[in-house]
């Protein structure tokens, strides 16, 4: 299974461009001064490689991957490694950035890093796969380590790829290091609870988000866009806390019952059917455009990046919205979600119960010691609510939305920490 960490709108709009749109709003909220502002906005490190990798024909070919360290300021950076032929510089620049902001709101003592690969892994043998990724790591192997930057999977890349990763890593250092990456097997140092992980952060910030607008639960309603792993699992635990899910997509279409989908049904029907709702019978087919604007109080957009935009934003119905994706709300259409009272989970808050659990699985991976699924839940819970608190504090405090009390949380945490640390 593959999974993506965070990554950038990746609109019309320059995804270092929108990154930089909101942290400018929040630096001079804060007041931040030129120096830390310039230290914050710049990445520390940009790593561009050209590695050789022998294809099963036999030819040689060369490719080329980069890997971006944004800041190691609260400490060793972590980020995904992106397998896909459209990868770029600028995009790796900001996702890495992104990553150092999403760690700083959850407060786990990580920077941001982030990587990518310019090839197409879907018309790639396994064989070659293991070579370009194994590769790619020899020539990193200075700049990861779990003290130093820690990889875990993006788009294009999964368990099996970051299995090969600490194999190389462990046999360049000579002995195995599990705590080098993040979203390995589970038999291999991954974590319980690590697959469900975003979806339930996304259901704890959305409980969260009820309970400060006096929602109750059990007579609220719902759309969730994409049903993949986000999706479905946050549709799951919402709907065990009494949320009535009207709502559902991807990519086959949208599904919509006015009693409430039962969610337990439509994951087992998905499930069955290589993954996709299409030809679900639990609820009438709808047209996929009008999900997110349909009359609901809460719509969860888990699928893919700028699905709100200037075009459909002024007809949103829902009270709140919690962004599972990454980027799903476009920079321009943020003032109006603003000027019509909606709250809004924003992705480096309401998605960042993956990375948090990624952390745990460094922190078990250097115990030595598995934790059980309780505990790992519990403590991301916990991790979740504190979080969101510190965000509503902020957004109170300073009087801004959710979105921007997020990045002035993040930039504020960062900012001190170089302060404390004496500059570089
Ligand atoms: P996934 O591949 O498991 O699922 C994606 C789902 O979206 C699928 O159901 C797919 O059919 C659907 N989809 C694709 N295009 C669609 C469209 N245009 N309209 C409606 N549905 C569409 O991916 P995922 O891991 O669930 O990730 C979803 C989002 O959450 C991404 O933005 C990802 O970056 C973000 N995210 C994921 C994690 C994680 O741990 N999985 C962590 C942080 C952020």
Known sequence: MLYKEPAPIKD?????????????????????????????????????????????????????????VHSTILGPSKGGIRFAPDVFLDEVKALAAWMTWKCAV???????????????????????????????????VDIFGPDQDIPAPDMGTGP?????????YSKTKGSTVHAVVTGKPLVLGGSLGRVEAT????????????????????????????????????AKLMAERGVKIL??????????????????????????????????????????DELLTSKVDVIIPAAVEDVITIEN??????????????????????????????????????????????????????????????????RAERIMNESFERVYAASQKYNVPMRIAAYIVAIDKVAMTYKYRGGF
């Open 12 to 68: 019309r709009e320059n995804p270092f461009e929108s990154m930089m749109s909101r942290f400018n709003i929040a630096a001079e909220v804060l007041g931040l001064d030129e120096e830390t502002y310039n230290v914050l906005k710049s990445p520390t490190r940009q790593v561009i490689v050209n590695v050789p990798v022998t294809m099963d024909d036999g030819k040689v070919r060369v490719f080329e991957g980069y890997r971006v």
């Open 313 to 378: 934003v002024d007809k949103i119905q829902a009270r709140l919205i919690v962004e599972g994706a990454n980027g799903p709300t476009s920079y321009k259409a943020d003032k109006i979600i603003n000027e019509k009272g909606i709250m809004v989970v924003p992705d480096i808050l309401a998605n960042s119960g993956g990375v948090t659990v990624s952390y745990f699985e460094w922190v078990q991976n250097r115990m030595g010691f598995k934790w059980t699924l309780e505990r790992v839940n519990e």
């Open 160 to 168: 099996r790829e970051m299995a090969w990763l600490m194999d190389e």
């Open 199 to 234: 979806g339930r952060g996304v259901m704890v910030s959305a409980m969260a988000a009820m309970d400060k607008l006096g929602m109750d639960p059990s007579k609220s309603t719902a759309a969730i866009q994409g049903f993949g792993n986000v999706g479905s699992w946050a």
């Open 247 to 288: 709502g559902i997509s991807d990519v086959s279409g949208a599904y919509w019952n006015d009693n409430g989908i039962d969610i337990e049904d439509a994951i087992n029907y998905k499930n069955a059917h290589n993954g996709r709702l299409e030809g679900y019978k639990g609820a009438e087919l709808m047209d996929p």
């Open 106 to 140: 959850v407060d786990i003592p990580y920077g941001g890093a982030k990587g990518g690969i310019i090839c197409d892994p879907y018309t790639m043998s396994a064989g070659e796969i293991e070579r370009l990724t194994r590769a790619y790591t020899q020539s990193l």
